[in-house]
């Protein structure tokens, strides 16, 4: 019988979703089979389900799922609704005692993870457990992929989020615009060459943080709850945070338009002319004809100098 109907999931919906805990990870084809109907229908329910957050698209070119933990992830759909969701809190709990039996826990200061699956739920447990701060370090590879539904969920209820993104992330196709969005929804967002570690780090009471950025060999990361580690890597963000130039809303009286916005944002993040130019979808050459107009509406004598003004002026 379907428990999750008073939460917006469908009972079709629900079945795929029991079908992939029992799993774990799985593909549309693989829970076709399991439920016995069209692939397609199975895939549509996946991208439902992924919507509320209760999976996620693993990297890759194949189309594959992995299951969250039921308790973190049906919490955020029960906060959004009244007392008739008593019933889906206790269908929380059964289906955490079957995503129980598949994974391992540890209670030491510093635990050591394996597998990019294990390091993308552990990103999305992180955040469906915070309650008031997210704070982060964001570069490429990613685990499993470059958006993060569950950040925009976590905004709308009060969980509020500081992120220094490296230039590199910028140069990722969409990834600059999921930004612009994020920050619009009240992400404070600054960016900041030369980033060398991947961090994230919840209530300032557990961090996530890959031990390596070659994601194309086993991956391994560690989950550091309170010790001196953890006081180290916030100092070290607060340290980034504070040198990083901000990603922001313009300000009221921002003369710019939305493409020299952006291109001085890039500028300022530190890519290189035919990357900002990939993302903008111009040739190099107008890119530049356009920095040089910008140079001389703002008065300035080079790209470090209009980047200055811009930021003092609150255009980004």
Known sequence: MPQLTAAGIEAFDESVYRAILV????APAELADDLSCSTERVARALDRLRENGLVGRLAGTRRRYAAIEPGAALESLVRSRTADLDGVRAAAGELSRLFAAARQGGSEQVEVITGGEALGRWFVQLQQEARDEVITLDRPPYA?????????????????????????????????????????????????PGLRIKLAISDR?????????????????AVIRPSALL??????????????????????????????RQMLTLLVGGLKDEAIARQLGWSVRTMRRRISRLHEELGAANRFQAGVIAARRGWI
């Open 23 to 26: 799993r774990h990870t799985a």
């Open 144 to 192: 499993l992929t470059t958006s993060n539904p569950v950040e925009a969920t976590a905004l709308t209820r009060g969980v509020h989020y500081r992120a220094v993104y490296a230039p590199e992330a910028l140069e990722w196709p969409g990834v600059l615009g999921d930004i612009r969005e994020l920050v619009a929804h009240g992400e404070q967002a600054r960016v900041l």
């Open 205 to 221: 009471r557990l961090a996530l943080m890959p031990l390596t950025l070659d994601f194309t060999t086993e991956v391994r990361a």
């Open 231 to 260: 006081d180290g890597l916030i100092d070290y963000w607060e340290l980034c945070w504070r040198t990083a130039t901000p990603l922001g809303a313009p300000a009221e009286d921002d003369p710019l338009g939305e493409e020299d």
